[in-house]
C-alpha cells in the first residue's frame, strides 16, 4: 500500500455525524428481539428539537439582499463582521483580540480546526494531544504527518479537575512537542479543565515554547454554575496560541457552517493564506449570522442551558442505574461518555448491534482513544421525549450482551 492511499485509510468516516449509513452490516450475532421506540441519532445534537437562535433565517437573508459585498468578503471574513466578532468575543473570554490581526471567520470550527493543524503541523511534528477528546484531532495530525502524543485524562477519578495528567504533559513537553491540542469543555466527557490545571497548562507552554491549541466550541454552555477559566486571559499564557470557538453547538447553527479562530497574529496569517486556496472565505451570507452570535433574546441561553441540564441529569441517573456501568456528569457541552461492564462484543460491534435492535446511533469510544474499549459517546442535545427511551434501550442491549 503506497503512503498516500494508507494516509487516506486511517481517515475513517463510518462513526462520523451523518455517515452512518455507511457502517458496515457485518453478521452479527442477535441476542432477542428488536426493541421499540423512536429512532434518536446521537451522533449530533438535533436542531429541530433545539432550534437555533431567533431571527438567524432572517438575518441570512438579511445578508443575501446586500448581494457582492457580502458574498465575496476578504479571505479571513468582513471586515465589519469581524470587527463585531471580535468585540463580542473579547467581552466573552476576558482579553483584547485585534480583528485585522488576530480572528479569521471560517467554515465551521471544523475549519479551524484543519487550517490551524495545516499551518502548524509538518512531518514528524510532535503534537500533544488528549485522550479522550475530539476524534478528528488525531486524524488532522496524522494526516499532517505529525507525531501523536498522547496525554492521558483521568477524568472518572477525579471530581474538581479534570484529569489531566500534567506530569506526563511536562514531560511530553520536555521531549521536543511543538503543538498541544485539547478541547474545555472536553468532547466526548463534558468535563472542565479547573483554573488550577488551566494555569499550569499555560505556565508549562510558555516554559517550553509550545505553541497551544484550545477548542472552547461548548463555552457558553457550562452547568451548575461551574467555573470556567478562559486560557487566553490568563497572564501566564503563552506568546504563541489559539483559540477556537463557533455558534454550532450550543446556538444550534451548524448548518450555517461558521467558525472563529482568534490569537497570535502569524498563525492567523497563515490560516488566511490556506483558507484563501481551500475554501476562500466561511460563507458570505453565512458570515452576516454571527450577528446574532451572543446577541439572542434576554433569557434564551440561561433557557438552553437549563433544558439541557434537565436531559444530563436524567441521562447520567438512568445509566447509574445500571450495574457496573459509570458516567462522570457533564459540566459542559452537550455529551455524556459512559463506561460499560465487559461485553461479549466489541464497542464496535455493540454500536452496530444497538443500531439494528433499537434504531439509536451512538458513537464508539474507540473514536476518542484506542483503550475506550467499554465506552460510548452520546450527544444529548436532543428531544427529551425520546431521549430517555433511546438510552433506556442501548442498556437493555448491553445487558443482554453483557459477559457472565
Known amino acids: 500500500m503506497d503512503l498516500m492511499t494508507a494516509k487516506f485509510q486511517r481517515l475513517g468516516i463510518d462513526n462520523a455525524p451523518g455517515q452512518e449509513d455507511r457502517q458496515s452490516h457485518t453478521e452479527l450475532e442477535l441476542r432477542g428481539e428488536p426493541l421499540p421506540g423512536p429512532a434518536v441519532n446521537f451522533s449530533h445534537g438535533d436542531v429541530d428539537a433545539h432550534q437555533p437562535i431567533p431571527g438567524s433565517l432572517e438575518t441570512f437573508i438579511e445578508g443575501y439582499k446586500k448581494g457582492s459585498c457580502v458574498a465575496y468578503t476578504e479571505y479571513r471574513g468582513g471586515d465589519d463582521i469581524r470587527k463585531e466578532v471580535a468585540a463580542k468575543l473579547a467581552a466573552f473570554t476576558g482579553a483584547p483580540i485585534d480583528p485585522e490581526k488576530e ?20 512531518r514528524g511534528d510532535k503534537v500533544a494531544i488528549v485522550e479522550p477528546d475530539y476524534f478528528d484531532n488525531r486524524k488532522l495530525v496524522e494526516f499532517f504527518e505529525g507525531e501523536l502524543v498522547p496525554v492521558k485524562l483521568d477524568y472518572l477519578s477525579q471530581d474538581k479537575n479534570a484529569g489531566v495528567n500534567l506530569a506526563a504533559l511536562e514531560e511530553s513537553f520536555k521531549q521536543g512537542v511543538k503543538l498541544f491540542l485539547y478541547s474545555n469543555p472536553n468532547n466526548p466527557t463534558g ?5 488550577e490545571e488551566t494555569r499550569e497548562i499555560a505556565r508549562l507552554a510558555k516554559k517550553y515554547n509550545v505553541i497551544l491549541l484550545v477548542d472552547q466550541l ?4 457550562i452547568f451548575d454554575n461551574h467555573p470556567y477559566t478562559h486560557l487566553r486571559a490568563l497572564p501566564e499564557r503563552p506568546e504563541n496560541m489559539l483559540t477556537i470557538m463557533g455558534p454550532s453547538k450550543t446556538e444550534s447553527l451548524s448548518g450555517f457552517r461558521l467558525g472563529t479562530a482568534f490569537g497570535t497574529s502569524w498563525i492567523i496569517d497563515r490560516m488566511e493564506k490556506l483558507q484563501a ?5 466561511a460563507p458570505g451570507y453565512s458570515q452576516y449570522v454571527f ?45 455524556i461518555f459512559p463506561t460499560l461492564p465487559p461485553m461479549d462484543v466489541s464497542i464496535s460491534d455493540f454500536a452496530k448491534i444497538v443500531r439494528r435492535l433499537t434504531g439509536v446511533i451512538i458513537t464508539p469510544g474507540t473514536e476518542f482513544g484506542p483503550q475506550f474499549t467499554h465506552s460510548f459517546r452520546v450527544n444529548f442535545s436532543q428531544d427529551p421525549k425520546n431521549t430517555h427511551s433511546a438510552i433506556d434501550r442501548v442498556l437493555q442491549v448491553m445487558e443482554r450482551y453483557r459477559s457472565k
Open 103 to 122: 480572528l479569521i471567520l471560517t467554515p465551521g470550527t471544523q475549519g479551524a480546526l484543519f487550517l490551524a493543524l495545516g499551518c502548524l503541523v509538518g
Open 191 to 195: 468535563v472542565i479543565f479547573s483554573e
Open 218 to 221: 461548548y463555552s457558553r454552555q
Open 277 to 281: 486556496i481551500v475554501t476562500l472565505r
Open 291 to 335: 450577528k446574532r452570535w451572543f446577541s439572542e433574546p434576554e433569557g434564551w441561553l440561561k433557557d438552553r442551558i437549563a433544558a439541557h441540564q434537565a436531559i444530563r441529569d436524567d441521562l447520567i441517573a438512568l445509566v447509574r442505574s445500571h450495574e457496573g456501568c459509570s458516567v462522570r456528569k457533564t459540566e459542559g457541552g452537550s455529551y
